[in-house]
């Protein structure tokens, strides 16, 4: 028999940096080792199964992962989860809680912390490639994504949990008083996106940090790169069944998982309609659940930039190509709306259509390209329909073109319209299109309360403006408009420890990913007093004698 010590001293994870963003510029040694890998990869046709309690499940029933640039290249079969597999993940998760939760919060973070090291490392190529191959991003879009962003949450996470359980009350004499940081209740189901491969490591290890376990289900166009994720976590030595790998069709998935009275949270990113129908679930459900279960949610945005008569007409001008173009506007904080005054509106017009004409789209292994397909057919058909209603209602000034033959592509393009509540104002269309209303220049506070209301999201967004007092009255005219708000800059890009990303209104509940404010949804606070000298009399001074 054989006892575990355990380490008498106060230990600190290591202080959280960003990690650096390699240029992948010609020549350079990150150049070379990518595009080795990506030839690799692309010459795989893979198997994911669902991992379960740390055992991989091959149901039979499955799905395809292809290039969206090249649609008919299928880069993996991966297998789908039927209802019994979902009930599988959830015993698996509750199993594995009660030691997970029990180990000391340095040897969880240790797990994060290392798959952060192996993705700086070994493993960054191999995910920048899965996430470029079948999320069609970019060299650059993928390293800021997969492997930076990714990197800075895990990292970051450990940082501000540490601070966290750091956090306890003050004491009285003969008193000493604790709070005690429980995981929750129960599992957490982490539903992630197909745009960011660093929101599914999130969103899946971020309860996971604070003693919970999970039950994870990623997007299906993005398995590659959620499955390899998947497997940073196993070589980072996650124990079985903290996080269950569990890939297939969202509604059967879901209506399982909310149906179980073991449901303690969600953490979803993806779209409004859906988190809300899952909230409404929730609440029907709610008298079933073992406890109140915590609902996280992040779902998109109508994002704008507005432009102040004194704004450099040349930024407002970079800020839309590249916070409305960069991966095809598949952000969730890509510009979709812009206003600006008349008096700039021909030189920014001008200048952002001939940036425009340089912009280079295709497969992304071709390094020359600044963006490529958008995710798959569903989507393409979408923004398609935008483009149709923008040519019959408004004016196309630049792009507007769709080919789905090969890939999904859909050209980046600029409308203008006259009618500041036309649709392509008010709704997401999640694709490279950016409408533009021009205001009379003396109509810039009308302006603002236009913009405020004109939208139901609340995400991001940026000013333009040379003058500080137009700032600032941007700055609160809009104070509820935006999560995360831009002054003189593009309205995409949130780093991590930088600037906490969310919003509120109809983009989510502004739980801020990458935070401590995040971080602290997932757990439950006891209060622990203890006295030292009991009391031996059950009177008070006050009884005495008159």
């Not at 040897?107 to 190529?125: F, G, H, N």
């Not at 992304?364 to 490529?372: E, K, L, W």
């Not at 958008?374 to 792009?399: E, N």
């Not at 609160?476 to 935006?482: I, K, M, P, T, V």
């Amino acid at each position: 028999m054989s006892t575990i010590a355990s380490l008498s001293a106060v230990r600190r994870v290591p202080a959280a940096v960003n990690e650096p963003i390699k240029s992948y510029a010609p020549g350079s040694p990150e150049r070379v080792e990518l595009k080795a890998r990506l030839a690799a990869m692309a010459n795989e046709r893979i198997e994911i199964p669902l991992i379960i309690g740390g055992r991989e499940i091959r149901t039979g029933k499955i799905g395809q992962t292809v290039m969206p640039f090249k649609h008919s290249h299928i880069l993996a079969d991966y297998h789908m989860a039927g209802p019994e597999h979902v009930q599988q993940a959830i015993a698996a998760a509750l199993k594995a809680r009660q030691e997970w939760a029990s180990w000391p919060f340095e040897d969880r973070a240790a797990v994060i912390l290392k798959a952060a090291e192996l993705l700086a490392t070994t493993w960054k190529a191999t995910i920048n490639s899965a996430t470029m191959l079948c999320q069609a991003k970019t060299a650059y879009q993928s390293e800021i994504d997969a492997a930076c962003e990714l990197i800075d949450f895990w990292r970051f996470n450990a940082q501000y949990a540490q601070e966290i359980y750091a956090e306890q009350p003050a004491n009285g004499p003969g008193v000493w008083n604790q709070l005690e940081y429980r995981a929750l209740e129960g599992f957490i189901y982490a539903v992630s996106p197909f745009n960011f491969t660093a929101i599914g490591g999130n969103l899946s290890s971020a309860p996971a940090l604070m003693g919970n376990t999970v039950v994870w289900k990623p997007a299906s166009s993005s398995m590659l790169s959620s499955y390899y994720v998947m497997r940073i976590f196993e070589a980072a030595g996650m124990p079985p069944g903290v996080i269950n790998f569990v890939p297939g069709s969202a509604g059967p998935i879901t209506n399982t998982v909310l149906a179980s009275p073991d449901l303690a949270g969600i953490h979803f990113t993806g779209s409004t309609a859906v988190f809300q129908s899952m909230w409404k679930t929730v609440g029907e459900n709610i008298a079933n659940y073992k406890t109140y279960p915590r609902l996280v949610g992040e779902t998109g945005g109508k994002d704008f930039i507005i432009a102040h008569p004194s704004a450099d007409p040349t930024a407002v001008a970079v800020a839309i190509v590249r916070g409305s173009f960069e991966y095809s506007g598949q952000k969730c904080s890509a510009a979709s709306r812009v206003y600006v005054p008349q008096s700039l509106w021909d030189e920014v017009r001008d200048r952002t259509v001939a940036m425009m004409g340089e912009i280079k789209m295709g497969d992304p292994r071709d390094f020359r390209n600044f963006t490529s397909a958008v995710i798959d057919r569903k989507a393409f058909d979408k923004i398609s329909g935008y483009l149709d209603h923008a040519k019959q209602t408004a004016t196309v000034l630049a792009g507007g073109g769709c080919n789905g033959d090969e890939g999904y592509y859909i050209e980046p393009t600029l409308v203008q319209t006259e009618d500041a509540g036309h649709r392509l104002m008010c709704e997401e269309v999640f694709g490279p299109v950016v409408t533009a209303y021009v205001y009379p220049d003396a109509k810039w506070a009308e302006t603002l309360e236009v913009l405020d209301k004109t939208s139901p999201y609340a995400l991001t967004g940026a000013v333009f403006a040379g003058e500080r007092a137009a700032v600032r009255e941007a700055t609160s005219a809009l104070r509820n408009a935006a999560g995360n708000f831009y002054i003189n800059d593009k309205p995409t890009g949130a780093v991590v420890g930088q600037q906490p990303f969310g919003g509120a209104r109809a983009s989510g509940t502004n739980d801020k990913a990458g935070s401590k404010s995040n971080l602290t949804r997932w757990v439950s606070t006891r209060t622990i007093k203890e006295t030292f000298v009991p009391a031996s009399d059950f009177t008070y001074p006050f009884m005495g004698e008159e």
